[in-house]
């Protein structure tokens, strides 16, 4: 999958991305959603707790 353009925006494909304390998954993901802001959509950040939270309710 290429992240660099907005195939998988498109195509509704998910990205996860995981890694040690420190590695960068934040830095990568902010990175990502900055991207898709520039292409024109719409971004949103959430918490994993906040969106558990949001899925149960």
Same mark, same amino acid.
């Given at each position: 999958? *290429? ?6 925006i /498109? /195509?509704? #494909?998910? &990205?996860?991305?995981? @890694?040690?304390t420190?590695? @960068?998954?934040?830095?990568?993901? /902010?990175?990502?959603?900055? *991207?898709?802001?520039?292409?024109g959509? #719409? &971004? #949103?950040? &959430?918490?994993?707790r906040?969106?558990f /939270?949001?899925i #149960?309710?």
């Amino acid at each position: 999958m *290429q992240l660099t353009t907005p195939t998988w925006i /498109e /195509e509704a #494909r998910h &990205v996860i991305i995981t @890694g040690l304390t420190g590695c @960068g998954k934040t830095y990568l993901a /902010e990175a990502l959603g900055l *991207q898709a802001c520039k292409m024109g959509y #719409r &971004v #949103r950040k &959430v918490r994993y707790r906040i969106l558990f /939270e949001e899925i #149960r309710a």
